[in-house]
């Protein structure tokens, strides 16, 4: 296989495999006659990408140079981390790179980038072939129900509600509605759990056709991956998914150039964990209106007379250790109206009335007073030795 792409597609390439390498650590290349398809796969299986470049991507194609079968193409498997060395800013690539030979060679083991930058700077990438085998995953997009196309900008703008910590978003679609909520798992503790649920008007979308109403849910890293991917080529994004269980389909494509196929596999979203969270929400909601009417509910005034509040005083309380009586006849009738609790709620209204009046009021420290006007303290202090204006004159004779 040998192929030459022009210095604005490279750009393209570039943003390809940096997309390819936030699914997986190893990337699959495989040569037709009329285009050329790289694949990737995660550690868990969960999610596939498989974008293809058409023969009209390439300033010149040939799918087997090296090969004397007409029929077959080359395959090969590639670690990822060696494809990101030749295209470490794709960003620039464009402005710098002015011609990309790609060469595929089976006898040699290697997978050869040749980059040609501008001023005659030619950077030559050997790639060590890991393996001589194609990838290829089963699903399918073409007899589904739910269709919707729309622009990134809309799934971005909504994942930017959630939080850092979800790994996982729920899509509750039908004829009416497009919901977004974050995922959380059965076994964690809803009242310490953020939820988050955006719904999205079906007239936002730019279509939006759903034949059976579908609640899937798939991995965050790889969506926001692919969205980030079609923001970079300023594309739409189509999404194309059946019922629970089967894999939803992001496509992205630009015409006859290339097509981005991205596949997450869905799974069924814990009814439990959702009616709970609604039971937990619905009583929470019902015991702040019990609170509220409470509340607002005609109460008779009572000076410590709370049931709880006298059942406390009945037992050894720390509120009421410790406090300084200097009176011991004060000390008396303390206990007097203690021991009289019983006697009737009236005694105890007068007992306590007589107790709030007896306790004195807090002393003013004269330690703090004489620390701050010290010098007014001294015996031998004279007013008159003081010079200047006296801003504050004596309010008494004393």
Known sequence: MKCHIPGPNVKVLGRTIHALAR????????SSPDAILLRTLNATESAYAMIKFNKVFFSYFNYNFYSTDDKEGLKC???????LNAFKSP?????QVENLEIKLDPESCKLIFIVKCKHGIVKTHFVSILDCKAMQAVYSKDLVHNRITCSQKIFTEALGNFQSSDDQVTIEANSNSFIMRNYVDCNIDLTKVIRTQINIK?????????????????????????LAFAEALSLPLQLQFEITGKPVVFIVHNGTTFEAHFVLATSKPDTNTQASSTHNSSSVER???????K??????????????????LDEDSHLF????IPIEKDLNNIDKSVHNKTTGSQSILHDNMECDNIIPGSPTSKIKIKAIFKRCFESTFDPR???????AENSDSE
Do not use: W
């Open 77 to 83: 498997k590639i670690s990822m981390k060696s494809a």
């Open 295 to 312: 509340s607002n509910s005609p109460i008779k005034k009572k000076l410590h007379l709370d049931v709880d509040l006298s059942k406390c």
């Open 202 to 226: 079906p007239t936002e979308f730019d279509s939006y056709v759903i034949g059976t109403e579908t609640i899937i849910t798939f991995t965050l890293k790889e969506f926001k991956a692919l």
């Open 321 to 324: 250790n410790y406090i300084d």
């Open 23 to 30: 699914f997986g650590d190893e990337l699959y290349l495989e």
């Open 91 to 95: 960003t620039h690539m464009d402005k």
């Open 385 to 391: 030795s003081i010079q200047g204006l006296v801003l």
């Open 287 to 293: 015991k702040r209106k019990e609170v509220h009417s």
